[in-house]
């Protein structure tokens, strides 16, 4: 394989990531963002579905919105696990009051919902707050 295929999360350029590169910072060739950010990241709706169908590397997506009280007491633990989990997986946000075509496009009934997406489809997901071990362990599995 010529290498992993990540879509860049600010511009939605997909580029080709060498496997032994995952963990050592890559950037995007067009616009320069980090690819694998070892934190969480908020994306819009358009980027999220190039990100779930197209990206080599497991992408964990939050469903959220502000005004709910799990959603932001995850929210700090959601980001701890994306640090545990660079080059391992992507972790990012999508907040469902801002989308709200987007959340019930993915079939969201309740948030927080972590929905992971690998191989171009939903693999797994998950209701509820989680504390970052958790979310680490679920994302891996």
């Given at each position: 394989m010529a290498g992993f295929k990540l879509t860049c999360l600010d511009c939605g350029q997909v580029n080709r990531v060498p496997r032994e590169k995952l963990g050592a910072g890559p950037k995007c060739g067009t616009c320069g963002a980090a690819m694998m950010p070892g934190k969480a990241v908020e994306v819009d709706p358009a980027v999220l579905a190039k990100a779930?169908?197209?990206d080599d590397v497991p992408l964990?997506?939050?469903f959220w919105a502000p005004w709910c009280g799990p959603c932001r007491m995850m929210a700090p633990e959601f980001s701890k696990a994306a640090g545990a989990l660079a080059g391992q997986a992507r972790l990012v946000k999508?907040?469902?009051?801002s989308h709200q075509a987007a959340g019930a496009a993915y079939g969201i009934r309740g948030i927080p919902t972590m929905v992971k997406f690998a191989g171009g489809r939903e693999v797994a997901r998950q209701s509820g707050a989680l504390p970052a071990d958790r979310i680490t362990a679920w994302a891996r599995g």
């Open positions: 779930a169908r197209t964990v997506v939050d999508l907040n469902t009051e």
